[in-house]
T-cell receptor
Framework: SQQGEEDPQALSIQEGENATMNCSYK?????LQWYRQNSGRGLVHLIL?????REKHSGRLRVTLDTSKKSSSLLITASRAADTASYFCATDARQGAQKLVFGQGTRLTINP | DVKVTQSSRYLVKRTGEKVFLECVQDMDHENMFWYRQDPGLGLRLIYFSYDVKMKEKGDIPEGYSVSREKKERFSLILESASTNQTSMYLCASNQGVTQYFGPGTRLLVL
């Protein structure tokens, strides 16, 4: 089955800096989503980008999608300590199934 | 707001015990999912259900079963718990493409 892979596995930056996380996947998709997970909690949906979109913004989040390279990136601008969490990309497994395949996540630490 | 609740945040069981993990969603969603999350392995789908009494195996169904008798409730059953089932278990539901997760149950099998 296809699997998203995030890069890097861990990222530590100073508060106020921008954080960029990358995701690669293996097969064609309808859309790609990013989720956030605070330590020991469930995942929370952040943003969805469809396969016919190249870029999407939501507040301090910017997501890009390159279907030719089968990759996506999540940029968090002006990071805050509260952004410390794990971030996962998720792709739909196949049309109509509504199942998602999650990557292994990037652990982001924002240092005050 | 969609709310997905799980019956326990932490659970400690002994090897061989039968374990029930309960998940309830309040948004009348058709689909419900059970995942386990382990360090370095990400989220792996155990089972999902697309309607009452309907279920489909995910990627790692061995050692697990599920039950969906009512639309809002999806139960994960470990028939005979083993130490390799120590993990974080996450329930989710969806109607469209976005999944809504519960807070998770951290299960320790001794």
């Amino acid at each position: 089955s296809q699997q998203g892979e995030e890069d890097p596995q861990a990222l530590s930056i100073q508060e106020g800096e921008n954080a960029t996380m990358n995701c690669s996947y293996k097969t064609s998709i309808n859309n790609l989503q990013w989720y956030r997970q605070n330590s020991g909690r469930g995942l929370v949906h952040l943003i969805l980008i469809r396969s016919n979109e190249r870029e999407k913004h939501s507040g301090r989040l910017r997501v890009t999608l390159d279907t030719s390279k089968k990759s996506s990136s999540l940029l968090i601008t002006a990071s805050r300590a509260a952004d410390t969490a794990s971030y996962f990309c998720a792709t739909d497994a196949r049309q109509g199934a509504q199942k998602l395949v999650f990557g292994q996540g990037t652990r982001l630490t924002i240092n005050p | 707001d969609v709310k997905v609740t799980q019956s326990s945040r932490y659970l400690v069981k002994r090897t061989g015990e039968k374990v029930f993990l309960e998940c309830v969603q309040d948004m009348d969603h058709e689909n419900m999912f059970w995942y386990r999350q382990d360090p370095g392995l990400g989220l792996r789908l155990i089972y999902f259900s697309y309607d009452v009494k309907m279920k489909e195996k995910g990627d790692i169904p061995e050692g697990y079963s599920v039950s969906r008798e009512k639309k809002e409730r999806f139960s994960l059953i470990l028939e005979s718990a083993s130490t390799n089932q120590t993990s974080m278990y996450l329930c989710a539901s969806n109607q469209g493409v976005t999944q809504y997760f519960g807070p998770g149950t951290r299960l320790l099998v001794l």
